[in-house]
């Protein structure tokens, strides 16, 4: 009798990333939200899954609300990458990026 044997899909590095984000901020006392379920009244801190940016720029992998206004955005990175050598334009382009998008929503 021959056994039959499955193989399981692993999750991929990006979902386990997410998983352990998602329970990180769980942890911390945010909301952790789909972007398609999104309620900013559902508690003082929320965050976005996978909230889309301004048209061609794609998604922060987290944005974060306290009491509805946006105060920052989270990207997810390899484990052992540093981001010292792209925080400066980094951060200049998520805010043009960012405050784009909200315009766009309001």
């Known amino acids: ?3 039959e044997t499955t193989t399981c899909n692993p999750a991929k590095p990006e979902e386990i990333a997410r998983e352990q984000i998602d329970a990180q901020l769980a942890s911390s006392g945010w909301v952790v939200q789909d972007m398609d379920d999104l309620n ?3 508690a003082s801190g929320v965050a976005a899954r996978e909230f889309p940016m ?3 720029h794609g998604q922060a992998n987290y ?3 306290v009491d509805g206004q946006t105060v920052g955005a989270l990207e997810a990175q390899n484990a052992g990458h540093t981001l010292t050598r792209v925080e400066g334009q980094a951060v200049k382009e998520g805010y043009f ?3 784009d998008r ?3 929503l309001e």
Request: charged fraction near 20%; proline fraction near 0%.
């Open 1 to 3: 009798m021959a056994l």
């Open 40 to 42: 900013l009244s559902a």
């Open 54 to 56: 301004a048209r061609g």
């Open 63 to 65: 944005l974060l609300f």
């Open 97 to 99: 990026r960012l405050r």
């Open 102 to 104: 909200i315009n766009e």
